[in-house]
């Protein structure tokens, strides 16, 4: 039926940052707050799907009508998204660190008198939408990414879209004159195989809605 798109469907979704520890009072992060991919994980939700929200840390409450799965690092993101498979949709929002410390220290690390400070040894993360897009029995049918950047972002885009495996990539310009991270406005453009699609400037909960009728249409 019209009203609910997407009745009887399995969505994963994650959202947030990632905070990759250094020592027990430490981490590495970034500025997302999470609140697109949890807008998303609740207009999928309103649409009739059966929605896992694996989420970074974020201030945000759990959506309504949504399984939320609160997660810290990279690799339990990635832990927690294989257990939510097999699902149809996948929608990856998270701003997932890309690198991690290599030997996260057991106790917080101490200036130890010599002036020098101590070396972090990073090492790459897991990318988790690039799994998921290439995984051989469990790949989602509809596989969706985001790409957040700066600078030539058509051209980022389909690198992704390619690179990832991905269906579809959801293209945002987060130079800081957008004030998109954090803010509660996104302008997306979104980049398929068949095209680039560009909208208006909307609510991250208005973006969210026409997106989950846009999955609904090609899942
Ligand atoms: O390569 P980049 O981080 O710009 O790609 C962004 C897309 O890839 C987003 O959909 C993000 O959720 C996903 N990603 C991921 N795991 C990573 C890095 C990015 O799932 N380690």
Request: charged residues 25%; neutral net charge; proline residues 6%.
């Amino acid at each position: 039926p019209k009203d609910l798109p997407l009745k009887g469907k399995r969505i994963v979704i994650t959202a947030g940052p990632t905070h990759e520890p250094i020592d027990p009072v430490r981490y590495i992060a970034n500025r997302s707050s999470g609140k697109q991919g949890y807008a998303i994980a609740e207009a999928a939700a309103e649409a009739g799907a059966q929605v896992t929200l694996v989420s970074g840390p974020t201030i945000l409450a759990d959506p309504k009508g949504v399984e939320t799965i609160r997660v810290e690092s990279a690799n339990a993101m990635l832990a927690a998204v294989e257990c939510a498979l097999p699902a149809d949709i996948a929608i990856m929002a998270a701003a997932v660190a890309d690198w991690r410390v290599a030997h996260d220290s057991n106790q917080k690390i101490k200036k130890d008198g010599s002036g020098l400070p101590p070396a972090l040894n990073l090492v790459e993360n897991p990318d988790i939408l690039k799994t998921v897009g290439h995984l051989q029995d469990k790949r989602p049918k509809l596989v969706v990414g985001f790409a957040a950047e700066t600078n030539d972002l058509i051209a980022n885009a389909r690198g992704k879209l390619e690179r990832k495996g991905a269906d579809m990539i959801v293209a945002n310009d987060v130079s800081p004159e957008n004030n998109v991270m954090g803010g509660d406005n996104n302008t997306v453009r979104l980049v398929t195989h068949g095209g680039v699609e560009d909208w208006p400037k909307m609510g991250k909960d208005e973006v969210a809605r026409q997106l989950v009728q846009k999955i609904a249409e090609l899942s």
